[in-house]
Structures are given as C-alpha cells and as structure tokens.
C-alpha cells in the first residue's frame, strides 16, 4: 500500500492502481450502484485532457516535456485496460468533480511512470497543476459530456439510417399487396401494405433528421469558462487551442466554442434537446414497433396480414407457441428512453445561478438511452424488420370485404346512398360490389373503374 495526502487528511492506496486518493474517497463515498461511469464519457475525458495538456503548451503555461508526458500518457491509457482505472460511480456528487479528479489523477500517474516517476508521488506532474491546468470540473464535464453523446448520436443516426432502409426495402417489396386500410381501429379505404411500410420510413426520416438538428447543440462548447463562466485563470489562446484539438481528436470540424461562457456552464439545453429528440424517436418507433405487433397477430385469431421472424419458443407452457419477441424487447427499451428523458428533464431544471450540479446523472441518462436505442434498432433491423413476409391472400380478403371501399362511390350515389350500401354490407355480409351488381347502380366498366382496390389506393 501507498500513503497519499490530500485537504482532508491521509489514505492507504493499493500500490498498482492509477488513481489516487480523490478518487478513492469518491469510490467509498458514493457505493450507490454498482455501475460504472459510462465507458464514452471516460474516453472523453481522457482526449479533453489530452487536448487541454497541448493547448495549454501552446499558450505557454506548461512545458513541453509534461504536455508530452500528459499526451502520451492519454495515448497509452486508450489503447489498454484502462477502463479498471475509472473506480467512481456513475452517480456522484454533484457536478462531477470525482469525475474529473478520477481522470486526472490516472492521467497524471501514468505520466509520472512515462518520465521515471512513481505511482502516487506527482514529482513529475500534478493532478490538478498540470493536467486539470487552465480547467475547472465545471467547464470539462459539461464539454466531456456533450461530447461522449455527441459520439453516440452519431452512432444513433448510422443505426436509424440502416433502420430506415430497412423499411424502404419492405415497402417496394409490398408495394402490391393490396390490404384493407384501418382507422379508429375499424374498416376503412383499401391500401397497399406497401404504402404503409413506406410512410413508417418517412416517420423515421423525420426522426434522423431530429437527432441531426439536436446535435448542433452539444457541438457547442464551455469549455475555458473556468469556474463560473468567466474565464479566470485561463491563459490568453487557450480556448482557441484546445478547440482545434478537440475537432482532430473528435474528428468533428463543427464543434464551436460556445460565445457566452456563462450560458454554456449555467444551462445544459443542448443535453434536454437532445434527451427531447430521443423521447420523440422512442414515441415514433413505439407507435410503430405496436403496429406491427398488431399487423401479425394470430396466427388463427388476429389480422395476421404480415409475419414476423420465429426468434425463440413463446411459452413455458403452451406448446408451439410464438411471441414477437423481438418488437417486444424493442418496446421495452423505448419505455426506458422515456423514462430517462422523464428524469433529464428534472436534472436539466435543478440548475442554480452558475452551474447545474446534476450533470452527472444527465450524462447517464443520455449515454444509456443513445446505446440502448441504438442496439435495440439494429436488433429489430437485423432480426425482425429484414426478415417479415405479407401474408398476400389475407391482406387481400380483407382489401375486398371492406365495406369502405362504397367511399368511391360518394361522387357517383352520393354519401347517403353510399351509406345504405355500407350498411347493408356489413348485415348481409355480402361486399359491396355483390350489392352494387345485384342492385344494379353500376355497370361492369364502372365497377371495375371505381372500385377495383388497387385504384383505389392510387390517388390518380
């Protein structure tokens, strides 16, 4: 064991580890969880600091040798174990600073080790002088954070793109399959299944273009702010440095420095806008993930009019039985994503005066609803969308059973006619050609003009 020091006193620290003894007292202060702060988030600290370290060699406040050792030292971190290192939980005190002081005091051990030192005694480089120099736990937690889900979306928006495709495909795929329309649950005009699947696919064109808009606002950056959004003691060039940094190392050239400091520290909007943008997506894909649970109900007593993929055995006690265990799973998580955009939004609200302390959670939330998202889009992609088949004949009983199909006639009869027709339809359970032929109202040419379904489902 090494002995280490801080304000509130001495610690025993195990000899091998990289943090030290903020983190430590971190990790025994906050046992809440058991999970650990998202593996992104981490990442994105690490690069933060790696960005910081060169800016502030750039504004001439730390050496060459220490910037390179800090450098070097985030470098090596990223390519091995190094997530073992990172021993606080991901709900914390307030504002992150165990966060911060657990990624530099790592950073800051193992640029002592890379220039001949020992873990614990910061003879080389210092956790809070050299590699949290020129920073503040409230200016690199919110940048750290509006980063690392800034990376995720982008993976969200890949995913959604495939999902959309997904979709597409199905819907030139069904293009002629001719099904009865349903609205408040009940019979209406003749559609294609087709139509159906391609208005799903632009419902998640709208989607991808929300997380797109929302990320415009996590590329803009606090930090430099410091402490309180005034900028104090950050050397002149150092916000210009590290952002030039932070856009090759997140390989985004969009990222800007926020142009009000202390907006950017006071009011974490871009993570609510974000969080929003999630919750309309896990809406959107609920209303449809329900659809097509509806759409293959059955096999004997639902609709029936499409089939997903068998992925496992349905029942512990009704023998063949199959679920849609997949569009099942996916509401599940949607639910998730609710509830997660639920309590982001009290996070967002609690901020005071200069600083919003609950960005913690706020980061949890929005890192876990993009990976749970994403993962549950490329599981349906993969193993339900892909793989679902129309059931043709029945989707065409239905088209020509529907009594609805009488609404073309509305111009011809008129609606009150048309209405009578409807209704003797359904009692006589004769379609309403039968009763338009017997009846008379229409020659074959007529018929076959105005109420052939596959017209009907083309405006012109």
Known sequence: MRIEKDSLGELSIPDDVFYGIQSFRASKNFPISGTQVHPQLIRSFLLLKKAAAKANQASGVLDEQKAAAIATAVDEL??????????????????????NMNANEVIANKANVLLGGKLGTYDHVHPNDHVNMSQ??????????????????????SELQR???????????????????RTHLQDAVPIRLGQEFSAYQ????????????????????????SAAGTGINVPKGFREAIIIELKHDFEDSDLTLSDNMCAAMQSQLPMMVYSNALRTCALELTRITNDLRLLSSGPANGLGEINLPSTQPGSSIMP???????????????FKVLGNDQAMAFANQAGQLELNVMMPVMAQLALESSMILTSALKTMRELCISGITANKETCEKYASQTSQIVTALNPVIGYAKAG?????????????????????????????????PKKLTVPH
């Open 202 to 225: 632009k419902t998640i064109e709208h989607l991808i273009g929300l997380v797109i808009h929302s990320q415009d606002y996590l590329r803009e950056l606090g930090i430099g702010g």
């Open 163 to 181: 999902f959309s495709n997904a979709f597409k495909q199905k819907a030139l795929e069904f293009d002629l399959v001719i099904k009865s329309g």
């Open 136 to 157: 503040s736990t409230n200016d690199t937690y919110p940048t750290a954070m509006r980063l690392a889900t800034l990376i995720l979306s982008k993976e969200l928006v």
């Open 420 to 452: 009578e027709l409807a209704k003797e339809s359904i009692k006589s359970k004769k379609t309403v050609i039968e009763l338009v032929r017997e009846q008379k109202l229409l020659t074959d040419k007529q018929i076959k003009d105005l109420l052939d």
């Open 78 to 99: 990223l390519k091995g174990n190094y997530l073992k290192h990172f021993i606080v939980d991901a709900y914390q005190a307030g504002a992150g600073t165990s966060q």
């Open 320 to 334: 063949g039985k199959v679920n849609p265990s997949i569009l099942e799973m996916a509401n599940q998580v949607f």
